[in-house]
């Protein structure tokens, strides 16, 4: 399995703060990466697929970059409703695997 | 719009077998490019892939549970199911199921779970 290591674990910002989210992948995945959001109690959201492509409907202000084993997501400008657990997951290779999540707060 | 709904026991004995359905509405399952999935996440935790399946019936399982797993389709319901074996304590966690699209951007194909299920909260206790 390719292991996948977020950092930092959790993290605490301000409204309007740029907010940046690591993944690291154990091995080369090439751009084989997808972001998703997790609020309290709710399903999983895709933000991101294939490192750097925002799904339809998601706000500008969620990207994605990063290429071989090294990944970034970054929140511009954070707002109230991002409040959630963002979770990189790989499809490099089966089974499909994930980091351990960021969970990301407002200070 | 595509939606997905699992339902089933949310109480299984140790040992016994854990059986999921999710149902798909808004579509049918035999259309397009998609495998069928379910993935699993223990309180406060985070996601564990369990396995999908194509509609050609085509199956892959993550390797810790393949011995005790199985999803099948059924495209007369438009559902798909999950089917988990001598379940124990740790096989206890919200059970998602979603769909996961495949799409072609930048000379490759990409795989991502689009549309999720609210999930469902299955406890293993006697």
């Known amino acids: 399995d390719i292991q996948m290591t977020q950092s930092p674990s959790s993290l605490s910002a301000s409204v309007g703060d740029r907010v940046t989210i690591t993944c690291q992948a154990r091995?080369?995945?090439?751009?084989?990466l997808n972001w998703y959001q997790q609020k309290p109690g709710k399903a999983p959201k895709l933000l991101i697929y294939?490192?750097?492509n925002l799904e339809t409907g998601v706000p500008s202000r969620f990207s994605g970059s990063g290429s071989g084993t090294d990944f970034t997501f970054t929140i511009s400008s954070l707002q109230p409703e991002d409040i959630a657990t963002y979770y990189c997951q790989q499809y490099d290779n089966l089974p499909w695997t994930f980091g351990q999540g960021t969970k990301v707060e407002i200070k | 719009q595509v939606q997905l709904q699992e339902s089933g026991p949310g109480l299984v004995r140790p040992s016994q077998t854990l059986s999921l359905t999710c149902a798909v509405s808004g579509d049918s399952i035999s259309s397009g490019s998609y495998y069928w999935s379910w993935i699993r996440q223990p309180a406060g935790k985070g996601l564990e892939w369990i396995g999908r399946i194509y509609i050609s019936g085509s199956t892959n399982y993550n390797p810790s549970l393949k011995s005790r797993v199985t999803i099948s389709v059924d495209t007369s319901k438009n559902q798909f199911s999950l089917k988990l074996s001598s379940v124990t304590a740790a096989d206890t966690a919200l059970y998602y199921c979603?769909?996961?699209?495949?799409?072609?951007?930048?000379?490759?194909?990409?795989?991502?779970?689009?549309?999720w299920g609210q999930g469902t909260t299955v406890t293993v206790s006697s």
């Open positions: 294939d490192a750097s």
């Open positions: 979603a769909r996961e699209s495949v799409g072609y951007s930048s000379s490759h194909y990409y795989h991502a779970m689009d549309v």
């Open positions: 091995q080369d995945i090439t751009n084989y």
